[in-house]
């Protein structure tokens, strides 16, 4: 199994960045994909962005050009940098992890982020 915990949300002005972080651990030879996701309150959980295992990268177009998705293999570290946030980007994130299968097979606790207007 993968183990998955991420850091780095807080509250920011519009305008401001943050640099989420997932570190994962365990069973990660299994992992194919990283995913970020997000649910705002009274919404569906979305995916925001995500990194496969060759390091191509999807964005959603709500973000596209603000967020930025990397990560580094040596500290077993997926990241979401996010750039001029707006307040509809408060929300729950969470960091997941695919096998390859098409579904998400681990999720991260979340981590709160708040963009105040």
């Known amino acids: 199994q993968v183990q998955l915990v991420e850091s780095g949300g807080g509250l920011v002005q519009a305008g401001g960045s943050l640099r989420l972080s997932c570190e994962y651990s365990g069973s990660i030879f299994n992992i194919n994909t990283m995913d970020w996701y997000r649910q705002a309150p009274g919404k569906q959980r979305e995916l925001v962005a995500n990194i496969n295992s060759r390091d191509s990268t999807y964005v959603a177009d709500s973000v596209k050009g603000r967020f930025t998705i990397s990560r580094d293999n040596a500290k077993n570290t997926v990241y979401l940098q996010m750039n001029s946030l707006k307040p509809e980007d408060t929300g729950v994130y969470y960091c997941?992890?695919?096998?390859?299968?098409?579904?998400?097979?681990?999720w991260g606790q979340g981590t709160q982020v708040t963009v105040s207007s």
């Open positions: 997941a992890a695919e096998y390859g299968l098409g579904y998400v097979d681990a």
